[in-house]
């Protein structure tokens, strides 16, 4: 996601956001537009990073895959800027109940954002030993695991950025949905992989290395689903990490149908 992409999606996004506008300082409004954008920027790296990390994978491309461990290094000095951001603002102003929803919960999404990252890093680190090995990734059990899991990360960060730009939570319920389904195939493929280590010739390195990054990959998908239960606190101030699927559900059916 490029600047002109993140620039449109936050004019998109002005009139839903106006209700966080309207009843606070001027200096305080560009404060939080600052710390609004820094995170749609920050979401745009993470974005770029997996796309750049489903060509690697797919392609055994080198380039990309140390490409992947360079915008981890710029994710993580992003991230402290949003830190910086943030503790600026509650020093020297007093925020109002819904800013400081923003300021907390651009913390936690920064939080994820930088998780996703280091949990990328470890995915092209696979690319980078097989090509060291002369081999691809796709000789490897579980690879077509992989890369739906990869993709899975990629499409689930892509919602939540584009809810969170909107401060719409139409798209967010996919996203619950879409965790479940990653879930099934990253226990499909470990299976695929464990079955594989008495039987396979290819180094048992190698085989952990995957283990490693099918792992890597789930976590990038629950840290889409956490920033998309960040957003929900955020735009209705309702807290719904502990509730069940059926209760989950029924709420997001109803922030769906008022929305």
């Known amino acids: 996601m490029d600047r002109k992409y993140i620039e449109s999606l936050l004019g998109e996004s002005h009139m839903e956001r106006q209700a966080f506008k309207n009843h606070i300082s001027g200096q305080l409004n560009q404060s939080l537009e600052g710390l609004f954008n820094k995170i749609l920027e920050m979401g745009g790296l993470v974005e770029r990073q997996l796309e750049h990390l489903l060509t690697a994978v797919q392609n055994g491309d080198l380039a990309l ?3 992947v461990l360079q915008l981890d290094k710029v994710i993580n000095r992003e991230e402290i800027e949003i830190d910086r951001l943030c503790a600026s603002v509650l020093a020297r102003q007093q925020p109002a109940a819904s800013d400081l929803r923003l300021i907390i919960m651009g913390i936690r999404i920064a939080i994820d954002l930088e998780r996703m990252g280091d949990e990328a890093v470890k995915v092209a680190k696979l690319v980078i ?17 992989l890369i739906e899991l990869v993709t899975g990360g990629h499409t689930m960060l892509q919602k939540v950025l584009d809810a969170f730009a909107r401060l719409d939570l139409s798209g967010v319920r996919s996203v619950f949905a879409d965790e479940e389904s ?11 992989l464990n079955s594989s280590f008495k039987v396979s010739d290819i180094d048992v390195e190698l085989l952990l290395e995957m283990v490693n990054a099918l792992r890597a990959s789930e976590r990038v998908t629950d840290h889409s689903e956490n920033i998309a239960e960040s957003i929900v606190y955020l735009v209705r101030g309702r807290d719904i990490r502990q509730m069940d699927s059926e209760k989950l559900s029924e709420f997001l059916q109803q922030v769906e149908t008022e929305d």
């Open 129 to 145: 030993k097989m090509h060291a090995a002369d081999m691809r990734c796709n000789v490897l059990p579980g690879y077509n695991g």
């Open 65 to 67: 895959a140390k490409e």
């Open 182 to 192: 990653m879930d099934k195939v990253f226990k499909n493929a470990i299976l695929e």
